[in-house]
């Protein structure tokens, strides 16, 4: 279980004053879940994913896993980022047997461990290849593979399938459901788009803005793997878009300021509620 307690985050800006990013974050995460972070541009998600990865520090607060407080990276979380951080000199497999070569892993289980994941990732063919030989949805399936190969209890993924066109998210999406389903990865996923995060997730956590904070957390009680988002899945995503749009609002009009003249309706929602950079 991850413990999010009590987190504040601050960071100094240029001018010498302090931005409040987070403020009074709580929640827990249960062994084996999938949880969504969605919420307005610039609301902290990104921040608070890494400071659960050990990548940042907090200003006051702490995140416990299994009830031990956490002071930087570690084996038990791996984190998948937007852009697949391959190492371009290496092939595939050699990126995947990268971080094992330095786990506590016999040499000869290390290539069969990589093979593993990559077969799971539907990579197999492309093992040798290097990653500019690879389409985006190919780099960042090699990334999963990596972060799995570690096998960590826990996956941080932040906005993985964001740089991606429709129709490989769609396929990556329904590949990672099918991963969650047979691994029972702890999963924290970052994301803008609503479709997506009711599609993979347990529960939503949907953050407010200005400081970051939670503005509610919804459950999602549907069968895996989901295919389409229909009847229910529809419906919670409407319920979703109308908490958001609230917060949406209020990034727009910080942005746009006198010039921002909001109307019912105007407001450029694609048909996969993907907010672009407003949420
Ligand atoms: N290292 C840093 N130093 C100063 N300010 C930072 C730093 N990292 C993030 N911020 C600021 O903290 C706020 C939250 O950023 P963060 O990336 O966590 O938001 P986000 O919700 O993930 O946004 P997006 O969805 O656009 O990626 C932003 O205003 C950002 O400019």
Redesign the pocket.
């Known amino acids: 279980m991850i413990t999010i307690k009590n987190i504040h985050k601050k ?3 240029k001018d010498g004053s302090d ?1 409040t ?1 987070l403020k009074n974050i709580n929640f827990k995460i249960q062994e084996g879940e999938f949880i969504s972070l969605l ?10 994913l ?1 400071i659960i990865a050990g990548l ?1 520090s907090t200003s006051s607060g702490k995140i416990l896993v299994e009830n031990k407080e956490i002071n930087g990276p570690g084996s038990d979380r791996g984190v998948v980022f937007q852009e697949a951080a391959l190492f371009p000199w290496l092939s595939v497999l050699d990126n995947v047997k990268f971080g094992l070569k330095n786990a506590n892993i016999k040499e000869n289980q290390i290539e069969k461990q990589a093979l593993k994941y990559i077969s799971k990732v539907h990579l197999s063919k492309f093992q040798d290849s290097y990653p500019h030989q690879l389409s985006g949805g190919m780099r960042q399936r090699a990334a999963i593979a990596r972060a799995l190969a570690m096998n960590p209890k826990i996956l941080l993924m ?2 993985p399938f964001g740089a991606l066109d429709e129709q490989t998210r769609m396929m990556l999406q329904y590949e990672l459901q099918k991963i969650w389903l047979e691994s029972k990865k702890t999963i924290l996923f ?1 994301t ?1 788009n609503i479709r997506e995060a009711v599609q993979l997730s347990d529960r939503i956590v949907v ?1 407010g803005t200005q400081p ?1 904070r939670i503005k509610e957390i919804f459950e999602v009680k549907a069968a895996r793997p989901r295919k389409e988002n229909k009847g229910y899945l529809l419906e919670l995503e409407n319920r979703i878009l109308a908490v958001l749009k609230e917060e949406i609002e209020k990034v727009m009009k910080e942005e746009m300021g006198d010039a921002y003249n909001f109307e019912e309706g105007s407001l450029p929602w694609d048909p996969n509620r993907n907010m672009g ?1 407003h ?1």
């Open positions: 960071f100094r800006q931005l990013v919420g307005p541009s610039g609301c902290g998600k990104s921040t608070l890494n940042e932040d906005e970052v803008h953050f970051g950079s949420i």
